[in-house]
């Protein structure tokens, strides 16, 4: 069994204004117990003397919209209805902004894509410039060469014959 007969000390504060029934106490318990244990009324105030039974407690007592007061089913849905409708509002809303982001993250890595292609661009023309260079100043290196080669050849049939 997960209950002993000593109190639990827990580290989180319980605040006096939470009030359990008995059978909602029973219905919280039954998730940690076996199914064929159920706590009486008595063992419940006794593991858990923070809480009051709405037993216990006189109906005309609980002043309208104290966190006491008892609902009824239909006002249990209408307010887990409402419930359901803010949480589905900020959840539009969390996809939303998220869509939003998205699309300021889409449209700045559009732009830098813009960007790198412009620089890349650049790049490739310079690229075909230095190449076009290159090939041109090879040209004129070949040619320098072959002339300084025929310079040579007449100095040596000029040193070769006499004059």
Known sequence: MFFSQEPVLSQCPVSEEIEFGTDELQELLS??????KQL???ESQELFPLFQSRDSVDPNSCSEGSNGAVYTDNERQLRRKESNRKSARRCRW???RHLQNLTYQVNRLKMDNQELKIGLGLVLHQSHVILADNQRLRSESIAL??????LNQMILCAMQSPY
């Open 94 to 96: 969390r996809k939303k």
């Open 31 to 36: 998730f940690f117990q076996s199914p064929t």
């Open 40 to 42: 009486s009324s008595n």
């Open 145 to 150: 060469s072959a002339r300084l080669s025929g």
